[in-house]
């Protein structure tokens, strides 16, 4: 495989890039239980977009692990989970953003770094802005669905060097935010590096 | 869904005076889905509504759809007529549409996937878009989102909006495209009448369909809303033929929740939402507070 892009993304930090048809992208949990909040866009046309919905939907649950088709918006698969070392993902609980962050834990949290920041900031790169976010993937995010509905985030299920890897169907444009949070488990209570790995068709 | 009953010209259509006579004569005709103008006249109220304070009153038929932009304070009370409606909805803020709906924060702020009497529906800025105020049925979605054309040209061979199976998403577009917005601005959603539940262990969607017996629901708009609704079959509904019957909407106006109300006062993560509310509407002075 040649490697196109061989990064560590640094604690709290965003990433954007290109993953090519046919390509492949590797996230690597370096630290454990690291949420990666990731979007992804057709990038002929960043109006088609990754679309929660439409992939639980295909694929008729919830979690997202090996064989998962993400699907765009109008139903195109966009990638396909091809190795998962964790067992599965999240893709209900949205990013963590200062404006929800004031309901779930008070207003001495509105000024905490967050996803929707990162997302922003790095989607402001490519023409993108706040209308083109929407119900993103949470890789290592670990948010079961209980008998009466109750949903949360609890202590994640992955551990220090477990990946997964994804390959594109079409050129799809990467959103990623290396999740801030430190007021839930979904980082462990402490933010670490991420490992990704874009590989050439 | 084309209900026309327009009867064969007696004057002739050949010159302008006789299409015009024969378009006129059209007025008046009265067919099972539509809007009534004025709302107040709607003559199918329910008990316990008063029609003569109907804002919005219309009849979408499955695979229909419509829009309007309601008040703060305006009560929008869905109707599954005949047992088999699918109401799918997208709300945004009414003039600022890049503040909307976010399923996701509706959910894991409340901490539960399943919407019922009290839950709010919550926009991305942390602020209340509307509140339920009444659910007969209790089978609706917050997961599947709407279909998509290529969804049910998948499962009956068709999804256009012209067509016999119309994708949710496709009469999305058109009705986000009546106030400005393109498909970009279209996020997943929820959906009335139609519910799904998640398998604990597995992740699984399991099917629950329609309620019982025919069923409303009502939502109380928090602050000015857009509000698009789609009728048409749930994208997971496992029947092998497209199937999707009569919505009925109505609304009227009243006051939102004061903060020291239910649902207001339902859970911590509520009155910190009704507070966000608050506070942007005083700070944008007394016009934004003049409905409380």
Known sequence: MTVLTDVVVEARAPWSGIVPAGGTLQIVDLGGNQAVDCLFYLASDTAERYSAPETLVWQGSVYLT???????????????????????????????????????????????HACVENFLAEGARWGLGKRDLVSNINWYMNVPVEASGALGIVDGISAPGLSLTLRAHEDVLTLISNCPQVNNPCNGFDPTPVRLVVGAP | M????????????????????????????????????????????????????????????GGGYTHRVVRRGTTVRLTDVDGDACAHLLVYRAGEPWERLNVADTVKVQWNAYLGVGQLLLSDQGRVLAS???????????????SSRMRNEHRYGSGQAQGPSPAGRELFV?????????????????????????????????????????????????????VLIANTAHPVDPRPEWSCSTLEILAWPGNPTPPDRWPATASPEAARAFANNAEDLAARGPGAREAS
């Open chain 1, 66 to 112: 090996t064989g998962t088709v993400l699907r765009s918006d109008t139903g195109r698969p966009l990638l396909t989970v091809v190795e998962d070392q964790v067992g599965r993902h999240d893709t209900l609980g949205g990013a963590c953003s200062k404006e929800s962050n004031t309901l779930r834990y008070g207003h001495h949290t509105r000024h905490q």
């Open chain 2, 2 to 61: 084309n209900e026309s009953i327009t009867a064969a010209p007696a004057a002739g259509t050949a010159t302008t005076d006789g299409a015009r006579a024969h378009a006129r004569a059209q007025a008046g005709a009265v067919v099972e889905h539509m809007p009534t103008l004025p709302a107040s006249v709607y003559s199918d109220a329910p008990s316990g509504v008063d029609p003569s304070a109907l804002v919005w009153a219309e009849r979408v038929a």
């Open chain 2, 132 to 146: 339920i105020l009444t659910d007969t049925g209790g089978h609706h979605d917050t997961l599947c989102g709407t």
């Open chain 2, 174 to 226: 058109l009705a986000a495209a009546k106030h400005g917005l393109g498909p970009a601005d279209i996020q997943p959603g929820i959906s009335f009448f139609k519910g799904v539940r998640v398998e604990p262990d597995t992740g699984d969607l399991t099917w629950v369909g329609a309620a019982p017996t025919p069923s409303h629901i009502e939502l109380r708009a928090e602050l000015d809303l857009l």
